[in-house]
């Protein structure tokens, strides 16, 4: 009922988040005789003066990236909004948020709408073509959910010929459902709640997602499961955050940050708070 056909730019809401420290480190970002156009190599530059950087994502997500009441506000939440205010931090310039479809992420990135997509985004060698990525994130595995009454009976990829398979629109899970169960008929919907929607309705089958969020909406939901099918996931499933391609200089600086916070196992510690919080959230 809600598959909210919101335009491609359907940007639900705004949120800042993250305080800076001080805007511009070194004193000397002013310099003059700009023009207007700005390469995505200078696109930092551009950053730095207007001490904002705008992210698109899709906040549908948990554990990655959802909403939740906080001190009672909804507010975007999760691992990689964790990981990006802190980012901010570190570059010294705060963060907006802009929520939309997941189908609009890359789009809006491309027509410059926002800076960078942080969304649980996977770096494929297909996106490698439009875009830069920072290094890979998190590794996800591909997951089958089911409703629970169904779980002895999608046992295997097999099992699910001739039966309706959801993904979310415009994510690798629509490649997944085509390439992995080509007998299948995909149903894609926006925003991966409704998929969860729909298989507690059962007028879907199956939902293909990947496994920290799957783990998560089925935990959230006592009629769901992971099934036993089993999906192949490939390396170009990982997580990274998306830039503009050749904006080399953000993306070292990105990289340098985020290499950091995967070794020390900051990111890790993320998810699993986030995990928390998105139960905590849903028993409500
Ligand atoms: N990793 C998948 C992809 O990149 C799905 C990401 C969906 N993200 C979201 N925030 N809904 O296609």
Known sequence: MKKGLL?????????????????SKSGTS?????????????QWSKIEKAGIIKVGTSADFAPFEFHAMVNGKDQIVGADIDMMNAIGKELGVKVE??????????????????????????????????????????SPEQLVVVNKANTNKYTTLDSLANKKVGAQKGSIQESIVKDQLPDSQIVSLAKVPNLMVELKQNSIDAAVVESAVAKSYVAQNDDLAIADAKLETSEG????IALPKGSTKLTEKIDTILKKMIEDGTIKEYVQKNTDLANENASK
């Open 237 to 240: 499933d990982a997580y990274a």
């Open 97 to 138: 948020y802009v929520d939309m479809d997941f189908n609009a992420v890359l789009a809006s990135l491309e027509q410059g709408q926002v800076d960078i997509a942080v969304s649980g985004i996977s770096a494929t060698d297909k996106r490698k073509k439009t875009f830069n990525f920072s290094v890979n994130y998190f």
């Open 30 to 42: 002013s310099s003059s005789g700009e023009s207007k156009t700005t390469d995505a190599a200078d």
């Open 7 to 23: 335009s491609l730019v359907g940007i639900a809401s705004i949120f800042i988040l993250g305080a800076c420290g001080s805007s």
